[in-house]
């Protein structure tokens, strides 16, 4: 993997892991006797997860793309970037997944794809913008679905375009909405990072810390503090 592939140690680690658990499973069955990954270490090297600034996100959110087709991929960016979910969430979002509290704040619920764990959200105005501005949609596809979302491959291939039409340099990704709602979006504002790692449906708060980065925009906040 590391010589022939030339593959990153996380991407040979995380295969290892794979490995190593199914050893476990044949040495609990008795199958084999002896742990080949007793002496061999596995360690994920820390990573540096991308994000988008607040200014990055407002200037893909306001600007005027010529086509329907990469106006609907950056509809679908922009409302993870505001609500935190993965593709293989928003993707399937329907009229179940929306709750309408006795205050009258809507939420997203749903259940991760990843990890079946229940993610809940605010549907912020951004996002309910975007929704109402797919209403028809919703109601007229057989699914029910709330957003026009095509492959996740052509999406991120769309995405680069609206990226050159930004002058943003930065690789996005759908994936990358979710970084930025972590970052950007709620931990730089100040949100509880116990609330992020419910709102994102992690299974470990140690998941959302990973995302806990202090932005220079933080720094500049607190120090502001001291003046």
Not at 153 to 173: D, F
């Amino acid at each position: 993997m590391r010589t022939v592939e030339k593959l990153k140690n996380n991407a040979v680690t995380k295969n290892m892991q794979q490995l190593r658990h199914l050893i476990r499973v044949c040495l609990q069955n008795e199958w084999m006797e002896k742990d080949p990954f007793v002496n061999y270490p596995l360690k994920l090297n820390e990573t540096d997860r991308g994000y988008l600034t607040f200014a990055e996100v407002t200037t893909i959110q306001n600007i005027a793309l010529p086509s329907k087709r990469l106006e609907q991929t950056r509809d679908v960016f922009i409302f993870c970037c505001y609500t935190g979910l993965a593709y293989a969430d928003v993707v399937k979002l329907n009229r179940l997944n929306v709750e309408i509290f006795s205050n009258g704040i809507e939420w997203i619920k749903i259940h991760r794809t990843k990890t079946k764990t229940r993610s809940i959200v605010p549907i912020l105005p951004i996002s309910k913008m975007i929704l109402e501005r797919y209403y028809e949609f919703s109601r007229t596809n057989n699914e029910h679905r709330l957003l026009p979302v095509i492959s996740n491959q052509n999406l991120n291939k769309y995405l680069k375009e609206v990226a050159t039409i930004c002058g943003i340099e930065k690789r996005i990704s759908v994936h990358l909405a979710r970084h930025t709602f972590a970052t950007t979006i709620t931990l730089e504002k100040g949100v509880d990072i116990v609330t992020v790692s419910r709102m994102m449906g992690h299974k470990k708060l140690s998941t959302t810390q990973i995302y806990s980065k202090v932005t220079e925009l933080k720094i500049a906040e607190d120090m502001k503090k001291l003046l």
